[in-house]
């Protein structure tokens, strides 16, 4: 298990679990009932990890709205245990089964909704050998980071026929949707109702694309646009990218800028064009911008696949940030009240 040094600053996530191991396992769970299959992942596998976790840690955590942390120490040490009651509560003994198998041992899941609970790998041998139109409605069912790591595990040809079947889609009737939980009943046993449902289309495969690796993105909208240039072009359009980021409102950018790590903005940002980076320069105080001006020229060279894999976690935030209403992407946008 790792163990955070005394004085290390705990990550965003680190923070979450320690918050969550301190509430109790009733109280954790009723906060896990409200989140994502991704975050409870994220947060199970931290609270795995985490060894001894120092008490004024704990504190800073918890803040003033938890003052009776008092003198609870060692949390991480044995959590097993409390991990696997406080899924189980959370999301009952199926679901959490599966997933703490994930974090605690490493195992598998069923079901068409619990699709979002399994590795990309495996949703992409699930699906592997079943008609492209069926691939296609999973890919559209699933979150578009996800939806981009399963399009990694098919060869060009396949990812080109999914995503222009994503982009085509737009209501999926019950008959198609029957055949797809019949698919999945032979392989997991599941269970789900037909009612007719809106999924995939344009917008769908541009989020999708926004998450596929760059240069799997390059040869796959160079392959779309052979077979259809306006549906390139389109795509094109509605895709996200990290440049797009200099539209954002500056009360936008400091809202993004809270939710991203030091070292993830400082990758990105070597790779960013000047404009680019005097934008979050002149969001953020004169010291904070100096010593992100400093790190920055310390830092020396990096990989391009780093700088990408950065911007694309900051576009991931800005994404969610924008989903929530926090803050409006693009520079026009809808006029606020």
Avoid: C
């Amino acid at each position: 298990m790792s163990e955070p040094g005394a004085n290390a600053e705990l990550s965003s996530v680190e923070k979450a679990a320690v918050l969550l191991m301190s509430l109790g396992e009733s109280d954790a769970a009723q906060i896990l009932k409200h989140m994502g299959p991704k975050e409870v992942q994220r947060i199970g596998q931290t609270m795995a990890q985490l060894g001894n976790v120092q008490r004024h840690q704990v504190e800073k955590v918890l803040d003033d709205f938890l003052v009776l942390v008092g003198d609870q120490t060692g949390l991480g040490l044995g959590a097993d245990g409390y991990i696997r009651n406080m899924l189980r509560e959370a999301l009952g003994d199926e679901k959490a089964g599966s997933l703490i198998d994930r974090i605690l041992l490493g195992g598998n899941t069923t079901g068409l909704d619990t699709l979002k609970w399994m590795e990309s790998r495996a949703v992409a041998d699930v699906i592997r050998y079943e008609h492209p139109q069926i691939q296609a409605i999973v890919i559209s069912y699933l979150d578009p980071d996800q939806a981009a790591d399963i399009l990694a595990n098919f060869d060009e040809r396949v990812r080109l026929d999914i995503v222009l079947r994503v982009a085509a889609l737009e209501t999926v009737q019950p008959a198609a949707l029957q055949e797809l939980n019949n698919i999945l009943e032979r392989q997991f046993s599941g269970n789900q109702s037909t009612q007719s449902t809106t999924i995939g289309g344009i917008r769908t495969a541009a989020n999708i694309m926004n998450f596929i690796d760059s240069s799997v993105e390059s040869e796959l909208m160079e392959s779309i646009r052979d077979v259809d240039e306006d549906l390139a072009n389109t795509i094109q359009d509605l895709m996200f990218v990290f440049d797009n980021l200099l539209e954002v409102d500056d009360r936008g950018i400091q809202v993004i800028l809270r939710e991203v790590e030091s070292e993830t903005l400082i990758l990105a940002l070597k790779g960013a064009d000047p404009d680019m980076q005097e934008k979050v320069f002149k969001n953020m105080s004169s010291r904070a911008a100096d010593m992100l001006r400093d790190d920055l020229e310390a830092k020396g060279p990096v990989r391009v696949s780093e700088v990408e894999v950065a911007q694309k976690e900051i576009l991931a935030v800005a994404r969610r940030l924008a989903e929530n209403g926090e803050i409006v992407l693009g520079g026009g946008g809808e006029q606020m009240v």
